[in-house]
């Protein structure tokens, strides 16, 4: 009996040490390069269902979520019934979303996600009643409420590839699958647990523990989301990274040599490229006339290992100017991601020792 008593204490500092040392990949592990996300493109739908599966898998908050929802589900029809509702949540956001072009940056939603795992612990704790003396709302309503706002998350990651117009809506689905499946697997492993324990009495004081630190770490990652957000902090990609010290200012007096229209298709991406030789000069400026998009400036060396590259600037703007001297002989140029649902065109102005290469993908 002893034992009993003291396993709970023992996993909720468990619970609580995991929040701790996952919180900050929480907020900040999402990024990707640009190599995986073009092996995930390569790798077709499956690889799209893989993903789904890993982030719902490595996405701590979703967990943390999901396992908030298991203190309620006593029998396998509440199971069904709210693993449903909180599915149709979350699929109708990600598809819809993701099939509009809806961008929703992750200092709004996942500030909403870390509140979303306290809230369920509050009302597994019957805090409402408790502390406010009030009846708590319909959980059915919120639990789909909640999917559609954990949607709105996964539909961000997702966007965050670039995916193909041609199999767009399979690329959404695959992605949507992989998710379920993740959920599923994590939900049948909770379940398991749980339900061999439910029957005990220490299960009460577990349940009383565990859910405390949900609502301490779904309000850390409130915090920390916040924290990130004051102090224009994004891992995604949505502000511009700093600009590497390689790329510096064009002269006010430039007289471009060439200037070239490049159109990015709807939720399409492209190159374009020029060929330096080692200490040969770059200088550009390009815009698009209005949509900010994602793009990566980089050089390639002809003597490197095949796929390296190396960056000079990354961010997400409508505009960018700048001049480089090569470090490096070999190709060097503009990779950009279109996520919207119409072309963009730009407008690229260049001058320079450089050989043209028009290579376009």
Do not use: C
């Not at 799209?48 to 029809?77: E, Q, S």
């Not at 809506?169 to 992605?175: A, C, E, G, R, V």
């Amino acid at each position: 009996m002893k034992k009993l008593v003291q396993t709970p204490r023992v996993l909720a500092f468990g619970l609580a040490f995991l929040s701790l040392t996952f919180v900050a990949q929480t907020v900040f592990a999402h990024g990707m390069s640009e190599a995986e996300k073009q092996a995930i493109v390569d790798g077709g739908n499956l690889a799209y269902l893989w993903l789904g599966a890993t982030h719902m898998l490595t996405g701590y908050d979703h967990l943390a979520f999901v396992f908030g929802i298991i203190f309620f589900l006593t029998n396998f029809r509440d199971i069904a019934k709210y693993v449903t509702a909180f599915t149709v949540g979350h699929s109708i956001t990600l598809i819809g979303a993701t099939f509009a072009a809806v961008q929703v940056s992750p200092f709004l939603i996942e500030p909403i996600i870390a509140l979303s795992v306290a809230y369920i612990a509050f009302h597994n704790l019957d805090g409402f009643q408790r502390y406010f003396d009030i009846k708590a709302p319909n959980m059915m309503f919120m639990i789909v409420g909640l999917g559609l706002i954990h949607g709105l998350g996964l539909s961000t990651r997702l966007q965050d590839l670039p995916l193909s117009t041609d199999s767009l809506l399979l690329n959404i689905i695959s992605f949507n699958v992989g998710v379920e499946l993740g959920q599923v697997s994590a939900l049948a492993v909770m379940l398991v647990l749980v339900a061999a324990w439910r029957k005990r009495p220490s299960f009460a004081k577990f349940s009383r523990i565990a859910n405390f630190a949900l609502i301490g770490y779904g309000l850390l990652l409130f915090l920390m989301q916040m924290h990130a957000y004051e102090h224009n902090v994004n891992a995604d990609e949505f502000t511009a990274a700093p600009v590497a010290p390689a790329v510096e200012k064009p002269a006010a007096t430039t007289q471009w040599k060439d200037t070239i229209t490049v159109t990015i298709p709807a939720r399409g991406n492209r190159e374009y490229k020029v060929l330096l030789k080692e200490g040969s000069e770059l200088q550009y400026a390009w815009n698009t006339h209005g949509p900010k998009m994602y793009y990566d400036f980089h050089g390639e060396p002809t003597d490197g290992p095949k796929g390296y590259f190396e960056s000079f600037e990354k961010a997400t703007e409508s505009t960018a100017t700048g001049a480089l001297t090569a470090t490096f002989g070999g190709t060097h140029g503009w990779y950009w991601k279109n996520t919207t649902a119409a072309p963009i065109t730009i407008t690229l102005k260049v001058a320079g020792a450089y050989e043209r290469m028009d290579l376009g993908k």
